[in-house]
């Protein structure tokens, strides 16, 4: 019997697609994206098109296994599959298959012993956005690891820096629709990749240019977007905060800012206005390697062409001083007003908006954490998971269990990281769908679900809609999703609160279940039906109290456009976007804005032994680690290589196509140059790949460091100083 279940893709992106999967006689035979869907609009990225072929790989973990080999690729690698395959017979042969019973019986055994020993945060949960469903991304597994009283684990690694500058402006995480971007007529595309990572963005976009935008991409990396782009202005990595206080320089000093919107809805435009004094065009291109006139052309066309709209994303907030950069970035829309018109404003997260009830009295339980330990556990920062496993805290981290992510492939300080997993008394269980670059150093070894395979609620960081995401098929094998992973294992440890006892429905009911007006009218039986509900964010009354009449309502929306702070209303504590900050002042960091250019750049004194500055950055085809083991999406994607400059190239003497060593003092790697032009001089570019199907079984990840940002201690992955040589073989001696 055919039939099409409604679900939503949980994988971490903003676009949190809409996706009809038809299934025959139980089996999933066709993804596509919902045509009804405002965002989605009947297509899916390349990656998610082809997700039948995860769903159904023959290198899925689809039993419990238990170690019986050393830890590490090399001894496990007994076995043949083919080139690229890193399941199968390789890994599995590192494995003996055992029964969900056993794996729980000895992983609880192993917990209890460990908490008696050296108590229970010496137990540490690592996690992510492996996917990014309510329910399996932070809820049974959250309550598990309260209860538990395990240590806490600090989730910065990817957009904790961009969010705290953010919300250090605005207070809260809110911004511009992408159904808006069709009536922008400046569209600056901000250390963000549309085209590559945020595709249902761009439709609106070539809309709003055949209507006569502009679009300007700003990037150190000419992407596809970029390429794509009106106006292509390559900046110097980690130097976006000036560019944003040169551009307000120009702004503010040529009285182009909305002086009615700042004078009534925001605070410290004083201060602000004698910062950027120190920011004149002339300064700031030594800095960004952009010159003194294109800063001042961006500047005024920003300011003058309306509606005016910023897209900006996690490439800004990745190095040293990426806090201060989004804060910088964020404040521009403010000065120039441009909150009040439909295609205006800023979008870098929208997830503000998802008001769900997730707190610890519904789906974290963080109160549990009292009951265990009679206090909040300690907080690990996951960036230096690499420091933590080498040089113990105490207790000592003696046991690790991962899921929704690949520490061994994403982490920084690769090799730090991989010599703690390496340690024999480390207890590590991995919860996974494929044998990864992690589970090589797994002692056990748990089946995963694709979000195929079970229910959840999915809310987005691109978009307004909520989603219900329905189970197409049966799990494959013994395969268990994070909730019932954990729902077991608090049975087994003897955790009898009534919490791990709820259904996944009631979970949901019990999310939904907020005071928020924005979900007002909104329940599981609604989305059930209608598969994705718009959140209740505007009205009409709203844009005519903006001043907006009422002809200028798109007929696209199902309600009004969203206009956040059009008359204000921000979530700050003064109600009105902050440009002076008593909060940043009181953690030591200026109170306004300012750029101090990172440690590890050309600059620095470092860069007399590592002159170029890597950008360790997403490929277009994979999504972080996921994706990039399958086959089908390894075609779409040249991996193992070093783009780099023609100049520095030449001053090298490489060719395109030789093998290079790019190294420094933390590691090295081998790849393959690409002389292409992608990259300005002094930078060089490679993407991550998982470490064992890379050459040498390391990836960029060896290069990167453990050092934190500025604000939100997020990793530092676009501040990173390396050099670069021919790779000379060793001789054979023949």
């Not at 400059?645 to 790019?662: P, Q």
């Not at 930078?683 to 060896?702: D, E, F, M, P, Y």
Request: proline content about 6%; charged content about 20%; some cysteine.
């Amino acid at each position: 019997m055919k039939k099409v279940i409604h679900a939503a893709c949980p994988h971490d992106c903003p676009d949190a697609c809409g996706v009809l999967i038809t299934i025959d006689d139980g089996r999933a035979t066709r993804i596509q994206g919902d045509p009804a869907h405002p965002v989605t609009r009947g297509f899916l990225c390349a990656k998610v098109a082809k997700y039948l072929d995860r769903v159904y790989s023959p290198d899925r973990v689809l039993y419990p296994m238990r170690r019986i080999a050393p830890k590490g690729p090399d001894t496990a690698r007994v076995g043949t599959v083919a080139p690229g395959r890193p399941g199968g017979a390789e890994l599995r042969s590192a494995f003996k298959r055992i029964s969900w019973d056993e794996a729980l019986n000895e992983i609880a055994s192993r917990f209890k012993q460990i908490a008696a020993e050296f108590g229970s945060e010496a137990i540490l949960p690592y996690s992510y956005g492996g996917t990014l469903g309510v329910l399996n991304g932070a809820s049974m597994d959250r309550r598990f690891f309260h209860r538990l009283g395990a240590s806490q684990l600090d989730r910065t690694i990817c957009s904790m820096a961009g969010e705290a500058g953010l919300k250090s402006v605005l207070g809260v995480k809110l911004g511009t629709e992408p159904e808006q971007f069709v009536h922008s007529r400046y569209i600056i595309a901000w250390a963000s990749n549309i085209h590559g990572n945020n595709v249902h963005l761009w439709p609106f976009i070539v809309e709003a240019r055949r209507q006569g935008a502009k679009l300007v991409v700003i990037d150190p990396y000419r992407t596809r977007t970029a390429a794509c782009a009106d106006w292509y202005m390559p900046i110097n990595p980690g130097t976006d905060a000036a560019l944003a206080l040169s551009m307000m320089h120009v702004i503010i000093g040529e009285n182009l800012h909305d002086a009615d919107y700042v004078e009534h809805h925001t605070i410290g435009f004083r201060e602000l206005r004698e910062k950027v004094q120190q920011y004149p065009p002339e300064r700031v291109a030594q800095w960004t390697g952009i010159s003194a006139s294109d800063i001042r052309k961006l500047a005024r066309e920003y300011a003058t062409v309306r509606p005016a709209v910023i897209r900006v994303n996690d490439g800004i907030q990745r190095s040293e001083g990426g806090g201060m950069a989004m804060r910088a970035v964020t404040m521009l829309p403010c000065i120039t007003g441009s909150w009040k018109e439909v295609g205006g404003g800023l979008q870098y997260a929208t997830s503000g908006a998802f008001a769900l009830a997730l707190d610890k009295a519904t789906l974290a339980r963080s109160d549990l954490m009292i009951k265990a330990l009679g206090r909040p556990a300690r907080i690990i920062n996951m960036v230096e998971l690499g420091k933590v496993l080498n040089q113990p805290p105490d207790p000592p981290v003696k046991a690790l269990l991962v899921y929704n992510s690949n520490p061994a492939a994403v982490c920084p300080d690769h090799n730090a990281v991989i010599r703690g997993l390496k340690r024999p008394d480390l207890f590590t269980v991995v919860h996974e769908q494929f044998f990864t670059d992690t589970t090589d150093y797994a002692d056990i070894v748990l089946p995963a679900t694709t979000f195929f395979e079970h229910k959840d609620l999915q809310g987005a960081y691109g978009h307004y809609f909520l989603q219900m995401s329905n189970q197409a098929i049966e799990p494959l094998g013994e395969c268990r999703s994070n909730v019932d992973l954990f729902r077991a294992l608090a049975d087994r440890m003897g955790f009898h609160d009534e919490c791990f006892r709820e259904s996944v429905d009631e979970m949901i009911d019990a999310a939904l279940k907020s005071n928020h007006p924005w979900l007002q009218g909104i329940d599981r039986q609604r989305l059930e039906a209608e598969g994705h509900v718009r959140l209740n964010l505007a009205a009409a009354a709203e844009l005519r109290a903006a001043g907006q009449p009422r002809a200028a309502v798109p007929t696209c929306y199902e309600t009004a456009p969203f206009l956040p702070f059009a008359e204000g209303d921000f979530g700050t504590a003064s109600g009105k976007a902050e440009f002076y900050s008593e909060a940043l002042k009181s953690q030591g960091l200026d109170p306004a804005v300012q750029f101090t250019p990172p440690g590890e750049s050309r600059h620095s004194e470092q860069a007399q032994a590592f002159p170029l500055e890597l950008l360790a950055r997403k490929a277009d085809n994979f999504l972080n680690s996921t994706f990039s083991n399958l086959p089908a999406i390894q075609n779409m994607e040249e991996s193992g290589l070093l783009e780099l400059n023609a100049v520095d190239a030449g001053a090298r003497g490489i060719s395109d196509g030789d093998t290079v060593k790019v190294f420094n003092r933390r590691g090295e790697v081998l790849l393959r140059a690409r002389v292409d032009g992608a990259v300005p001089p002094g930078v060089v570019s490679a993407h991550l790949h998982w470490a064992k199907l890379s050459s040498g079984g390391r990836n960029i990840n060896v290069l990167t460091s453990q050092k934190l940002t500025d604000m939100g201690n997020s990793a530092t992955f676009y501040s990173v100083l390396v050099e670069v040589e021919l790779f000379q073989p060793a001789s054979t001696g023949k």
